[in-house]
């Protein structure tokens, strides 16, 4: 036999032997055996392995107990409800109703994320913890962790809800700001009459009020599109180096 393919078949062999000694072809050592055995016997995070490890803290976690509260979102979709069936009528509000009912209940959804994340998740933590994990002293594994959540559960939340908020602000000036900032402009307003003189000028007051709230949501919602999740990083960046190097 040629010494070349003698060399190529214990080179072959070489190559081969681990992967063959890893699905069993070879005796493991029994330090490797054990390890793995000890690997396999470890218990995975998840399903009713989890009351075990954190048995007080389980049902947080639990998608069917998960019942937020959201009185305004629900106020402000019962007026949409109402809206829309007085503008389109019983018939129309009828035939198209899987539609409506389908993009007024996301909406509504977006707009009860953002109230349930701080009536009943950021509130009752603040009270309880304060924000000394926001920027501390000394950096803990548990205030870095509570600020690394918090800094993404908000980059999250604030990206699809600024954007909604930003909408809807700017059909309610459209709809009412920019016709009262006009009404405000009317010849009448020029004339003697006093009570419409002051009618006019708080109408028009009002529709300044809008088209200032809707610069004020236009502004959020282009800088959280463009500069939160940079915000974000640094943040949670910073705090991992304060902790790193935290006694």
């Known amino acids: 036999i040629d010494s070349t393919m003698v060399r190529g078949w214990v080179a072959l062999a070489w190559l081969v032997s681990p992967a063959w000694a890893y699905v069993g072809g070879v005796p493991r050592p029994v ?33 069917a107990q998960f019942a937020p509260v959201c009185s305004a979102s629900d106020t402000l979709y019962r007026a949409a409800q109402q809206s829309v069936y007085v503008v389109a009528g019983s018939d129309v509000y009828q035939e198209y109703a899987p539609l409506i009912a389908g993009a007024l209940l996301r909406v509504r959804l977006e707009l009860c994320v953002v109230e349930s994340f701080v009536t009943e998740a950021i509130v009752p933590f603040v009270k309880e913890k304060g924000l000394s994990w926001v920027l501390p002293r000394t950096e803990t594994a548990e205030t ?10 908000v980059n999250v939340i604030a990206v699809g809800s600024t954007k909604i908020v930003s909408v809807l602000i700017i059909f309610v000036d459209l709809i009412v ?35 200032v709230v809707r ?20 943040y949670i960046a910073f705090k991992f180096v304060h902790f790193a190097s935290s006694d």
């Open 31 to 63: 330090g490797a055996r054990r390890r793995q055995e000890a690997w396999r016997r470890q218990p995975v995070l998840g399903g009713s392995s989890l009351s075990a490890v954190a048995p007080g803290v389980e049902q947080l976690f639990d998608p």
């Open 144 to 153: 870095f962790l509570a600020g690394t959540v918090f800094a993404v559960a």
């Open 177 to 211: 700001g920019l016709p009262a900032r006009l009404l405000a402009k009317l010849p009448i307003g020029k004339q003697d009459d006093g009570e419409a003189n002051s009618a006019l000028q708080t109408l028009g007051l009002f529709g300044n009020f809008l088209d």
């Open 215 to 234: 610069k004020v949501a236009e502004f959020a919602d282009l800088f959280v599109a463009r500069y939160l999740a940079l915000i974000t990083v640094l």
